[in-house]
């Protein structure tokens, strides 16, 4: 028997796949909307109509659901409606339990859309194994969704114990894996039955693609239920999307790996930064959720952190016009929102979120890419300086 190639080997070479009519090793955009049928009215083909499948999704879901060591994947028109298909395949009256840190639109949807539809929805401190099972309702609770590390204070979640939890209450655990990637996390391994990711991010990796996906440990009910959703809602990713997602996912290995090797460089530096408050990042040994985050990320903590960025009240800057201030004053850095591309992004994350945000509004939130880790460092102590500086001239 061969031995199993590594998942390295499987994402560079998209499973090895070539096409059979012209030997091409990278795949047709197809962008057919219909299938012939057979004349004697049989579709053997098992492709009617291209809201419910396309053959652009075989190979991004085929990879990734070897990468997450799933049964089977689902690419989505974009993270949110991959993770609310999660929801909508519940039925109204079931109690869902999300975490309080976690990323802004879908915690705005489950306290709008999903409570309205008829969730009970309820918000724990998910770095928190005791408050997660505080929160189970027996015989009520049917999700619990993690997202980990969680936007944007970066907590972490333990997927082993929580998957506990929900199936000794009969429900199914949902991890939202964006920002760990299967390059460094596999919730599956550790017992979650649905991942997700906002595939716009490391995934697809350059900024140019919006994407979803979910991953299902077994073909179930609750999965059958989530494909049926997509292709009645259209929530579909586009033909070149996914050609996109595809091509995206070949380098996905090298890529997060180095974007994770700067990020941790980055963070002891910003650690010791004389007007650097705090540096929120997992694969920091004084972080909070740092031993949790060892046991279940291999090989790295991934590329994004927050900093805290210092006032100096004698000069009577506070700590929120300091941290708006570095991101006016950066250069190599992208002053933007989202995450997971290649280039490095920072973004002053309460303005963006708004009223009940949990981020300080001194936080600045750091994806970073993979340029020099030197430049990125340089570029922002002269910005941390700037901002400083400008205050008191
Ligand atoms: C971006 C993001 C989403 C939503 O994905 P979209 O593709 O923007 O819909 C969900 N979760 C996390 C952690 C994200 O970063």
């Given at each position: 028997?061969?031995?199993?190639?590594?998942?390295?080997?499987?994402?560079?070479?998209?499973?090895?796949?070539?096409?059979?009519?012209?030997?091409?090793?990278?795949?047709?955009?197809?962008?057919?909307?219909?299938?012939?049928?057979?004349?004697d009215?049989?579709?053997?083909?098992?492709?009617?109509?291209?809201?419910?499948?396309?053959?652009?999704?075989?190979?991004?879901?085929?990879?990734?659901?070897?990468?997450?060591?799933?049964?089977?994947?689902?690419?989505?028109?974009?993270?949110?409606?991959?993770a609310?298909?999660?929801?909508?395949?519940?039925?109204?009256?079931?109690?869902?339990?999300?975490?309080?840190?976690?990323?802004w639109?879908?915690?705005?949807?489950?306290?709008?859309?999903?409570?309205?539809w008829?969730?009970?929805?309820?918000?724990?401190?998910?770095?928190?194994?005791?408050?997660?099972?505080?929160?189970?309702?027996?015989?009520?609770?049917?999700?619990?969704?993690?997202?980990?590390?969680?936007?944007?204070?970066?907590?972490?979640?333990?997927?082993?114990?929580?998957?506990?939890?929900?199936?000794?209450?009969?429900?199914?655990?949902?991890?939202?894996s964006?920002?760990?990637?299967?390059?460094?996390?596999?919730?599956?391994?550790?017992?979650?039955?649905?991942?997700?990711?906002?595939?716009?991010?490391?995934?697809?990796?350059?900024?140019?693609?919006?994407?979803?996906?979910?991953?299902?440990?077994?073909?179930d009910?609750?999965w059958?239920?989530?494909?049926?959703?997509?292709?009645?809602?259209?929530?579909?990713?586009?033909?070149?999307?996914?050609?996109?997602l595809?091509?995206?996912?070949?380098?996905?290995?090298?890529?997060?790996?180095?974007?994770?090797?700067?990020?941790?460089?980055?963070?002891?530096?910003?650690?010791?930064?004389?007007?650097?408050?705090?540096?929120?990042?997992?694969?920091?040994?004084?972080?909070?959720?740092?031993?949790?985050?060892?046991?279940?990320?291999?090989?790295?903590?991934?590329?994004?952190?927050?900093?805290?960025?210092?006032?100096?009240?004698?000069?009577?800057?506070?700590?929120?016009?300091?941290?708006?201030?570095?991101?006016?004053?950066?250069?190599?850095?992208?002053?933007?929102?989202?995450?997971?591309?290649?280039?490095?992004?920072?973004?002053?994350?309460?303005?963006?979120?708004?009223?009940?945000?949990?981020?300080?509004?001194?936080?600045?939130?750091?994806?970073?890419?993979?340029e020099?880790?030197?430049?990125?460092?340089?570029?922002?102590?002269?910005?941390?300086?700037a901002?400083?500086?400008?205050?008191?001239?």
């Amino acid at each position: 028997m061969k031995p199993p190639l590594s998942p390295e080997t499987l994402a560079a070479q998209a499973l090895g796949w070539v096409d059979e009519t012209t030997r091409a090793v990278v795949p047709p955009i197809h962008l057919a909307t219909t299938y012939l049928r057979d004349p004697d009215n049989q579709y053997r083909s098992g492709r009617v109509y291209s809201r419910a499948d396309s053959p652009n999704y075989n190979q991004p879901e085929e990879l990734l659901a070897k990468l997450e060591g799933g049964a089977a994947a689902l690419v989505f028109s974009s993270g949110m409606s991959a993770a609310t298909a999660c929801f909508l395949a519940l039925a109204p009256g079931d109690h869902v339990i999300a975490p309080k840190v976690m990323y802004w639109s879908l915690r705005n949807w489950l306290m709008n859309f999903a409570t309205h539809w008829g969730l009970l929805v309820e918000f724990v401190d998910a770095a928190s194994v005791e408050a997660v099972r505080a929160a189970v309702m027996p015989g009520k609770t049917k999700m619990i969704w993690l997202e980990t590390p969680a936007n944007p204070l970066w907590c972490v979640s333990d997927i082993a114990a929580c998957a506990r939890i929900a199936h000794d209450a009969g429900a199914l655990l949902a991890v939202d894996s964006t920002c760990a990637t299967p390059v460094f996390t596999r919730p599956i391994e550790h017992g979650a039955d649905l991942v997700m990711h906002a595939a716009t991010k490391y995934l697809a990796g350059h900024s140019d693609v919006i994407a979803g996906a979910l991953v299902g440990a077994r073909d179930d009910e609750h999965w059958k239920r989530i494909r049926l959703i997509r292709a009645q809602l259209g929530t579909i990713l586009g033909s070149l999307e996914s050609f996109l997602l595809l091509r995206g996912m070949r380098t996905l290995y090298p890529r997060v790996r180095t974007a994770a090797e700067n990020a941790q460089w980055l963070a002891s530096r910003l650690a010791a930064h004389p007007l650097v408050e705090a540096v929120l990042f997992p694969g920091l040994p004084g972080f909070a959720g740092h031993q949790v985050a060892a046991q279940q990320m291999a090989g790295g903590f991934g590329a994004m952190m927050s900093i805290r960025v210092k006032g100096a009240p004698a000069l009577n800057l506070s700590g929120e016009a300091a941290a708006i201030a570095v991101a006016a004053q950066v250069g190599v850095w992208k002053r933007a929102t989202s995450l997971g591309g290649v280039e490095s992004l920072i973004e002053h994350r309460a303005s963006i979120e708004g009223a009940g945000t949990p981020a300080p509004a001194d936080l600045l939130r750091l994806s970073v890419g993979i340029e020099a880790k030197e430049d990125l460092y340089a570029d922002l102590d002269q910005a941390l300086a700037a901002a400083h500086r400008r205050n008191t001239a």
